[in-house]
């Protein structure tokens, strides 16, 4: 880790509303990555105070999503922090007490307009074509006038008091200076009728407040990003860096993903929720590699990356402007390498509940002797039953004769080679595969047919599967009694198909 750059204060700030997904797992790893990198502290807030879109259990399945990743925070609503709360919802006065300031100093003010006037003039604009804001009918009122109608209990909320002249710069870290016009911007609200403030006003003073020093996020905020600084101004803070990043384009590159695209993709066993990439079988370490790249790059051309790796390598200076498409076919050659990358027992250990959950009993000693032999096929955890469930299961079912019959041999022939083959075997001491395997070899070629023919047989036979893990590995692992017993059932079906 390298501590000769200024220890960043970084956030993720997620707003409960939804499903954890590939665009907050990004963010969330840059912050975490440039926290660590820098020797600074990661922190999780929680943005819920948009009521209307809570999603009951949006918030575990993000601090789950997070732990899976290995993204660990230093401070938030779980393990507390000198700068909390960490929920927006039990800052509620905070913000009350910030938003009053604004009010004395002359950059906010009470409205206490009406729904039923905002919607008729929401219509009215858009009849004109103009873009819909707020006219201003509140911001001439007099201050004491306006204290005086909060104090009988008028309904309101505060809204910012934009300048009606001149423009304002902000910096984006990606994307350099931009400039708006400030006629061009509204009147925002800071508070709503219920005293609640929203993620304008809230997310400013809290990143003041907890001494943010870097805000990530996504490239949808950029429209408010000037209302943002000019509240920092406003206050007289320090803004802290900014950073908007591109979003994920479908994996065609055309357009983002709709909600329904999404949906879609599971049944192609892909995902871009989180907690769906788990499930499939996918490695948090080929999530972390693969989102890494996608806005991100070291050089042209690295692609294998761990997180110490990232932590190592990472900066702010090679994150890429332009939107990314979600490429799964990388991401499958990803997963791949990082299940390669993988100790046996540590394999072994993910591996189990993707056997378990196909209902395969699954015994220690025989998984650390599976999981060698499979960790080059396999794309993704969800692929090892498929591959490999029969070693867990003590009687296989029979396989048809027309899966034991050799290519371009009768049943009945087959037969013969089984039996040939059973003859070897049954003289064997044990089935290790380096006994196994120059015995059968020399079978092969002395009966003059292809090694294909001979072990497909075999395979069959003794696998119950067209595909298998190395044969002779997979004969050693299931031990000299199964392979003689499933063998000679096999003959016999066989036999039963070329007297038929
Ligand atoms: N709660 C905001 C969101 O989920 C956070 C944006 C930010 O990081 O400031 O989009």
């Not at 001494?211 to 990003?225: D, Y």
């Not at 044969?471 to 009694?481: D, N, R, V, Y």
Request: aromatic share 8%.
């Amino acid at each position: 880790m390298s501590h000769s750059l200024k220890p960043a204060r970084v956030r993720f700030a997620p707003s409960p509303t939804g499903r954890m997904h590939l665009g907050s797992a990004r963010t969330a790893l840059y912050d975490y990555l440039l926290a660590r990198k820098t020797g600074g502290q990661f922190i999780l807030r929680i943005e819920d105070t948009d009521r209307r879109r809570f999603v009951p259990g949006a918030e575990e399945e993000l601090m789950q999503g997070l732990r899976w990743l290995g993204l660990n925070w230093d401070e938030g609503p779980d393990v507390g922090g000198p700068y909390g709360p960490y929920r927006q919802l039990e800052r509620k006065e905070i913000y009350q007490e910030y938003a009053l300031q604004l009010i004395e100093s002359g950059h906010a003010y009470t409205c206490f307009c009406t729904p039923e006037r905002l919607e008729k003039l929401r219509q009215e604009q858009q009849k004109r074509k103009e873009n819909s804001h707020y006219d201003g009918t509140c911001r001439a009122l007099a201050p004491q006038e306006a204290a005086a109608r909060v104090a009988a209990g008028e309904r309101h909320v505060i809204r910012f008091k934009m300048p009606r002249q001149g423009s304002t710069t902000v910096h984006d870290r990606l994307r350099g200076d931009i400039t708006v016009e400030n006629r061009n911007m509204d009147d925002y609200i800071l508070v709503k009728s219920d005293g609640l403030a929203l993620y304008h006003l809230a997310h400013v003073v809290d990143d003041h407040l907890m001494k943010i020093t870097h805000v990530i996020r996504g490239s949808e905020w950029l429209p408010t990003f000037p209302l943002h600084a000019l509240i920092h101004r406003a206050f007289g803070w320090e803004e802290p860096e900014f950073v908007h990043l591109s979003v994920f384009l479908k994996p065609s590159g055309k357009g983002k993903m709709s909600k329904r695209e999404s949906a879609d993709l599971i049944k192609d066993g892909y995902s871009i929720y989180v907690k769906d990439l788990e499930t499939l079988g996918y490695l948090p370490e080929a999530v972390v590699n693969w989102i890494a790249l996608m806005g991100w790059s070291y050089d042209d051309h690295t692609e294998f990356f761990t997180m110490d790796d990232l932590i190592e390598k990472f900066s702010l200076d090679r994150l890429n402007p332009s939107p990314a498409a979600i490429n799964f076919a990388k991401f499958d050659h990803f997963n791949g390498l990082h299940i390669r990358n993988l100790e046996i027992p540590d394999l072994a250990n993910r591996l189990r509940p993707f056997f378990e959950a196909r209902g395969y009993l699954v015994d220690d000693a025989r998984l650390l002797k599976v999981a060698p032999i499979i960790q080059e096929r396999l794309v993704t955890l969800e692929d090892a039953p498929e591959i490999a469930g029969f070693f867990f299961q003590d009687v296989i079912q029979s396989p048809a004769a027309e899966d034991l019959t050799a290519k371009g041999l009768t049943p009945k022939e087959s037969a013969e080679v089984a039996r040939q083959m059973l003859v070897l075997l049954e003289s064997q001491p044990e089935m290790t595969a380096n006994l196994v395997e120059p015995v059968l070899r020399s079978l092969v070629e002395q009966l003059g047919l292809s090694p294909g023919q001979v072990f497909g047989i075999l395979r069959a036979a003794v696998t119950g599967q067209k595909i298998s893990p190395p044969l002779f590995e997979s004969m050693e692992i299931i031990g000299k009694q199964k392979v003689i017993e499933r063998l000679r059932s096999a003959i016999q079906v066989l036999e039963r198909a070329g007297d038929g």
